[in-house]
């Protein structure tokens, strides 16, 4: 993967928006080696800080912009959102972020967790979020949408799209996981099927994720509907890496911005 050209995957309708450029990336392209091959954008990973430095480099390359406009965050499954603006400076505990200032970038790194774009083009206001089941079930949708709105964004403006994602197939729960959702909310067991496994279920997260945008009141969601965790030659996967008795795993990046 190394020697490929780094490839994207695009949202359909984000592309037709005017105000917008976005891009989820694929882990193809970039400098690391090993379990990292290769476009690996994780600081958080145990990848050598060089590589993921060139690799952010290679990625905004490609998407147009320069290094120190890609804003990342030091994601920890809460439902904090931060205003970002100009140019990165330092990686603040939050799971989303949003902006008004064209030409900060905005991403999200995630190895299964589902990303999620946002996108108020007529009143040029974006949002991106890291939603793993935790930061979804706490809140991080509607707080990025709520920050958006202060910024001066309308609701019924704003489209989402939901990147690469683990899917209902590869997601297995167990009881207490389960048990969790269907106390909070007993409709949320229709996110769930049984798994061959007893006492164990398959949880479907983008679902889910859908159905809180949609409840938060945004009506245009798309999800790409691509597999992280069986898409093995295109993105990376935490629990495929734990599956494979891998020692880490490489991060995948989504990205959007204000042209």
Known sequence: MRNQPPKIVAC???SLLSNIKHAFFTRKGGASDGIYSSLNLGNGSNDTPQNVEKNREIAMELFGSPPNNLH????????NVIVASGEFEER???????????GTVLGILTAD???????????KIIGAAHAGWKGAFSGILENTVNKMEELGADKHNIKVAI???ISQDSYE???EFYDRFVMDEPTNAAYFIQSVEPQHYMFNLTSYVEHRLKNAGISSVTNVNMDTYSLEEDFYSYRRSCHKKEA????NLTVIALK
Not at 72 to 79: A, G, V
Not at 113 to 123: H, K
Not at 248 to 251: T, V
């Open 248 to 251: 880490d795993y490489g991060r």
């Open 92 to 102: 603040i505990e939050a799971d989303a972020l949003v902006t008004e200032t064209p």
């Open 173 to 175: 729960v167990g009881k």
């Open 72 to 79: 990342t965050l030091y994601q920890i499954h809460s439902n």
């Open 12 to 14: 359909p309708e984000f």
């Open 113 to 123: 967790c589902t990303p999620v774009i946002f996108a108020d083009d007529e009143n």
């Open 163 to 165: 990147g690469p994602s």
